[in-house]
């Protein structure tokens, strides 16, 4: 049974921008509050690998945070946003297991986006429950957290063990008939390929052919070229996505091609 989750949305270890934001979440803050629980295990993992610098910036930000956040901003370097094009994602869950609490914890993202992620996922509640977020938030930042309960298992996982599959949220209806539902369309399909595939604007299913790579590819990155009225903001790091997901999508044709021969 699922009790409380929280997918945040962040750029890739290894892409130069730092950008973070949701893509949906569970998280009751009343009753058992399963979700502050989640949020503040999250943050407990995480935070100590977060340097002193980062770590001293997080009482003003959970300060601005109890009025509910101003998006977009920056915090701790990282831009916070609604969109999540071309962002990985780390889900993070508390569920029941045959009588047992579990909170299963992503461990293949940066830390720091985990704990913006969780923040903001506190700042997005009700006042009540965003103001009993943010408390549980503030005291491991302090050090004055005094864990899980003893019965409490946490167990870490890493996206790819999801198998392309989303869980649906607790406060999401059932899945409609009338054909699979895309995320089980990326079933067997690894972060990286997804990602890139969602970037050059593959759906699920459809196959990745070298001709049609090079065409997306340039009609994306003219698009997103300033002479063609891309933002010059963002066009570095838009160009470097795409030049990116090709790259990913070209060895996945090229292996393509060597199993069929």
């Not at 050090?143 to 392309?164: F, H, K, M, S, T």
């Not at 054909?179 to 990745?208: T, Y």
């Amino acid at each position: 049974m699922l009790l409380a989750e929280l997918n945040v949305r962040h750029t890739r270890r290894h892409m130069p921008t730092r950008r973070v934001a949701l893509d949906g979440a569970y998280l009751p803050a009343s009753g058992p509050a399963h979700g502050v629980a989640l949020l503040a295990a999250l943050v407990a993992t995480n935070l100590p690998a977060i340097d002193q610098e980062q770590r001293e910036l997080l009482p003003r930000l959970l300060h601005d945070a109890r009025r509910g956040l101003a998006i977009p901003r920056i915090a701790l370097r990282h831009r916070l946003q609604y969109d999540v094009h071309g962002l990985d994602r780390s889900r993070h869950r508390m569920v029941g297991e045959d009588g047992r609490l579990v909170v299963e914890l992503d461990i293949h993202g940066a830390p720091i986006p985990q704990v913006l992620g969780a923040v903001m996922g506190a700042a997005a509640l009700h006042a009540t429950g965003r103001a009993v977020a943010l408390d549980a938030i503030r005291r491991v930042v302090d050090g004055r957290w005094g864990g899980l309960a003893p019965d409490v298992e946490i167990r870490v996982i890493a996206e790819a063990a999801w198998n392309g599959i989303r869980p649906p949220l607790a406060s999401a209806g059932e899945w409609k008939p009338g054909g699979p539902p895309e995320e089980l369309l990326w079933r067997g399909v690894g972060p990286d390929q997804r990602w890139a595939m969602e970037v050059l604007g593959l759906r699920a299913g459809m196959d990745v052919e070298r001709d049609d790579l090079n065409r997306r590819f340039r009609r994306l990155l003219r698009d997103a070229h300033p002479d063609s009225g891309g933002a010059s903001a963002s066009a570095a790091s838009r160009i470097a996505e795409l030049t990116e997901a090709r790259t990913i999508l070209m060895s996945v044709a090229v292996e393509a091609v060597a199993a069929e021969g």
